[in-house]
């Protein structure tokens, strides 16, 4: 007789197991939580919408309308006028690689990488400027 009343007290034990588990998990799941909306402040580079401000570093350099040489040109910026750069390519042409960039200025067009000196900040872009203009 003993071995009948340990498998029932086993078995109680368990069930009792499962039902306090059970309560808990519906409790868990129906308990209301509050919900934070997080918003990050607005800091670099969170809040960028460019890559950066480019200061043209050559005379004078044509705008192109697509990023490549045989555009069309939609005009010119000269040494130290600032741009946003907004985008960035890397254009294949005759087995050689060209960095391209998109500006935003005088013009919205295209110009190679290396007419122009990047920079985060549109303040350290200012600075440039005035320094390669003396």
Not at 42 to 64: C, D, H, K, R, W
Not at 93 to 104: R, Y
Not at 120 to 129: H, I, K, M, N, V
Request: glycine share 6%.
């Amino acid at each position: 007789m003993s071995v009948g009343v340990s498998v029932y007290h086993s078995q109680v034990s368990s069930l009792a197991l499962a039902v306090i588990l059970m309560t808990f998990f519906i409790y868990s799941c129906t308990r209301k939580t509050e919900e934070v909306i997080i918003v990050p402040p607005p800091t670099y580079p969170l809040s960028q919408s460019a890559i950066g401000y480019g200061v043209i570093n050559e005379s004078f350099t044509l705008v192109m309308k697509e990023p490549a040489q045989s555009e069309i040109s939609l005009g010119h910026l000269r040494k130290g006028s600032i741009v946003r750069v907004l985008e960035r390519r890397s254009i294949s042409n005759q087995g050689k690689s060209e960095l391209w960039v998109l500006v935003e200025g005088t013009y919205r067009g295209w110009l190679k990488e290396e007419f122009v000196d990047i920079y985060d900040l549109e303040a350290q872009a200012g600075t440039a400027a005035l320094v390669m203009n003396r």
